[in-house]
């Protein structure tokens, strides 16, 4: 079982920054990847950035690409989401998800524990 959670969100105007934290609490978290999700208002959970655990393998979804880099600190049990020049729509509840497998898929079927979410808005 890996217990996850998420930290680090809140009220942003546009253009500002905030950086999401995830800790798992698991020890230690062996191969698995990581993977980051949100869920916009209205709409269905989107992928949003995942990474393998030596940290070599990164993807992320065009939407966030060149603005958000996700990282990972082993030591820590924790991975982190920094998200900058933040958009209106980025507005979401944000979700860290683990893979025991170790891939980066994009799709959330693929994940196996996931986080209690935390919300992320950006107003204009």
């Known amino acids: 079982q890996v217990h996850l959670v998420e930290s680090g969100g809140g009220l942003a105007q546009a253009g500002d920054s905030l950086r999401l934290s995830c800790a798992a609490a698991v020890h230690p978290i062996f191969t698995y990847a990581f993977g980051w999700f949100r869920q916009p208002p209205g709409k269905e959970r989107e992928f949003v950035a995942a990474?393998?655990?030596?940290?070599?393998?990164?993807k992320y979804a065009d939407s966030v690409k060149g603005r958000f880099t996700i990282s990972r600190d082993n030591a820590k049990n924790t991975v982190y989401l920094q998200m900058n020049s933040l958009k209106p729509e980025d507005t979401a509840v944000y979700y860290c998800?683990?893979?025991?497998?170790?891939?980066?898929?994009?799709?959330?079927?693929?994940?196996?524990?996931w986080g209690q979410g935390t919300q992320v808005t950006v107003s204009s």
């Open positions: 998800a683990v893979d025991r497998a170790g891939w980066t898929t994009r799709n959330e079927v693929d994940y196996d524990y």
């Open positions: 990474v393998t655990w030596s940290g070599d393998i990164i």
